[in-house]
């Protein structure tokens, strides 16, 4: 069986990867420390620069620009730009392999996938979606492929497997499941074992993989409706957030989908949580499941810190306040969080929750997309 395998040997002192659109139109990347919490360089970019990843050895930061159409690579030893390629319309996401050899962007207008090899820094080729248009990804170091999420319009909407060893797309999910993505949220999890890939919604698919080139049957369970993005925990524990105006988190333990269809696994009860909810991020220790709290009605904006004991399993929560919560990054040592406000980013203790000083990029600047580790999902 060929599979992925993660090398993440990127030490503890790894910046803080923040992309920011300035006043004046242009893009950057601001790195900071994530000790100090001071920037350390601004970094200029293309136009409209989006969503930012690190790669698993953590040499590189990829940052796709939406409005020049292209990708930037920066050098994390250098803080500089060391390549940018030209890549399809309007990307929204990119993502490197876990075992570090390729990187994906997905072309939201031009519907399709550019494959970038990571070593030579340069194009392999561009694999068309179909008809949908690829807004997010998501993959595991035990998984044969990459998934890319594609919003076609209605309840036609589907994901796509793209083989890591040979470039072939073979679209699922599509027709008859009546998938509706949100794309302010990546809905895909992939199991720790390769095997499960979940695409939530207000309804939800299920898919068994069975290995290369053998996307098996699927399913839905009626309890993950109306979730939109989640986590798969390698000690089994599956976390599912719900829609705007639901107050808790759809819990299971070793969720999983056989060759037959028949999907088992422990429903655990709800984790309690706010309206709201945002972003779900998880530790590279995989000790805590964050979420961003959006502000609204009933609820102050924050970052809820969910906790999980490594022998016990059990959970616990904490509420850090802030003014305004986006997107998150964890560092490499799990002991911080960076969560992306409009202008700034606010730092955050994960060890004793609590907030620190927030980090001013630019008068009317906007933040585009924060990373801190490698994670398998853009």
Not at 80 to 91: D, I, K, S, Y
Not at 92 to 101: E, G, I, L, W
Not at 321 to 330: G, M, Q
Not at 336 to 355: F, G, Q, R, T, W
């Amino acid at each position: 069986m060929s599979v992925l395998v993660v090398d993440n040997t990127t030490p503890a002192s790894m910046p803080v990867y923040v992309s920011y659109e300035a006043q004046n139109g242009d893009g950057y990347v601001a790195a900071i420390h994530s000790q100090t919490d001071a920037i350390l360089a601004t970094i200029p970019v293309g136009k409209q620069p989006g969503s930012i990843c690190i790669s698993p050895d953590g040499s590189t930061v990829y940052v796709v620009n939406e409005g020049d159409h292209s990708v930037s690579l920066i050098d994390t030893n250098t803080n500089a730009v060391t390549a940018t390629l030209n890549v399809g319309r309007n990307p929204k996401a990119v993502m490197v392999t876990p075992d570090n050899t390729k990187a994906y962007v997905a072309n939201y207008d031009d519907k399709s996938i550019t494959i970038i090899d990571n070593s030579s820094r340069t194009v392999i080729k561009t694999v068309s979606v179909g008809s949908g248009s690829p807004f997010a990804l998501a993959a595991c170091p035990n998984s044969w492929y990459m998934y890319a999420a594609c919003r076609e319009g209605g309840t036609n909407d589907y994901v796509l497997a793209i083989a890591v060893d040979s470039d072939e797309a073979t679209p699922f999910a599509h027709g008859g499941w009546n998938l509706s993505f949100n794309t302010d949220y990546n809905p895909l999890v992939v199991s720790p074992d390769g095997h499960l890939v979940a695409a939530l919604d207000l309804n939800n698919q299920l898919r068994r993989i069975n290995g290369p080139d053998d996307i098996g049957p699927g399913n839905t369970v009626t309890w993950l409706n109306q979730t939109v993005s989640g986590v798969y925990l390698n000690n089994g524990l599956f976390f599912a957030t719900k829609s705007f105006n639901e107050a808790v988190i759809k819990t299971a333990r070793n969720l999983s989908i056989d060759a037959s269809g028949t999907v088992t696994g422990d429903q655990k009860p709800d984790t309690p949580s706010y309206k709201g909810q945002n972003k779900i991020r998880v530790s590279p220790d995989q000790s805590r499941v964050c979420v961003t709290i959006t502000a609204n009605d009933d609820q102050f904006a924050g970052l809820q810190i969910i906790s999980i004991d490594a022998q016990s399993l059990d959970i616990s929560s904490v509420f850090v306040r802030l003014p305004v919560a986006n997107d998150l990054a964890i560092t490499y040592d799990g002991t911080k969080a960076y969560v992306a406000e409009i202008e700034y980013v606010h730092p955050v203790d994960l060890m004793n929750p609590s907030a620190s000083t927030s980090i001013h990029l630019g008068i009317s600047s906007k933040v585009k997309g924060i990373a801190g580790a490698y994670r398998s999902q853009s």
